[in-house]
């Protein structure tokens, strides 16, 4: 049996506009129940709150269907045994998946310096950051993204505050969002299935088809997101990677893996 480890934005929907076929997929999945779980680098949003925006769009998803970086971070410090308390810079989604791991914020001493998108990001954050890491705390980014689509144009994603902070304290983090090895391991972890019965589906050539193939997983873009019909070969050139599948869309990934089974 494959399972399906698959990207939200760009993939799904774009911002706050459905994807065309996405919900038809997601139905495709549950009918044939096929073991899928949504990964994202987005740390922002809890699985939850995945979730209600997903339905807000018309797809029907259980919270426990959708593992973020954010999740995946509080994992991470879980399995390192070094410590529970952690400054963190970030948002919702951050911050309870860390206390569900039953991690305490601590301002004063943190073992981890824990950081995802804050769109609250001030130059004292930034002070507060380096202090810690300069005092050895270890430094956890939730996903490397620079820069992130958004309604309105691109805007800067957890990847550039994390530059900020690598450039003021000499220390670079341990990255846990795609395509790093440890969130991939992870969710391949809760499919329950070996790496290469797994499809990693996703429309961003340097993370979503990058992990999966360092994941031993099979691969599969999407031109629906940041590659479109008009970049992919450019995106594929410029990262030295061949997907096992392109499909203009996910109608046309089922069709495709139907034809190679
Ligand atoms: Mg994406």
């Not at 990207?7 to 997601?26: K, S, V």
């Not at 990001?121 to 430094?139: C, D, I, N, W």
């Not at 003021?168 to 846990?176: H, W």
Request: hydrophobic share 40%; with cysteine.
């Amino acid at each position: 049996m494959n399972g399906f480890l698959i990207d939200l934005d760009g993939t799904l929907y774009r911002g706050h506009e459905p994807i065309p076929g996405a919900a038809a997929f997601l139905q495709w999945l549950q009918q044939e129940q096929l073991p899928y779980l949504l990964v994202t680098n987005n740390s922002s949003r809890t699985p939850d709150q995945v979730a209600e925006h997903l339905q807000a769009l018309g797809m029907e998803v259980p919270a426990a269907a959708v593992y973020t970086s954010s999740q995946a971070a509080a994992q991470y410090l879980t399995e390192q045994r070094a410590g529970q308390r952690v400054h963190m810079i970030g948002e919702d989604g951050l911050r309870i998946a860390l206390d569900a791991a039953g991690f305490a914020l601590d301002e004063t001493t943190p073992d981890y310096v824990v950081q995802g998108i804050d769109r609250s990001f001030t130059y004292g954050k930034l002070t507060e950051a380096v202090r810690h890491l300069k005092h050895g705390a270890t430094y956890v980014l939730t996903n490397p993204d620079r820069m992130l689509p958004s309604d309105g144009g691109l805007m800067p994603g957890a990847g550039s505050l994390a530059a900020a902070i690598t450039a003021a304290s000499g220390v670079e983090p341990v990255v846990i969002g795609k395509p790093s090895p440890i969130i991939m391991a992870y969710a391949i972890e809760r499919l329950g299935l070996p790496a290469a019965d797994v499809w990693v589906i996703g429309d961003n050539v340097h993370t979503d088809i990058r992990g999966g193939a360092m994941a031993g997983c099979r691969t599969a873009l999407v031109l629906t997101g940041v590659a479109t019909p008009d970049n992919v070969h450019e995106q594929l050139a410029s990262a030295g990677l061949t997907p096992d599948l392109v499909c203009t869309d996910l109608p046309q990934f089922i069709a495709q893996l139907n034809d190679c089974r």
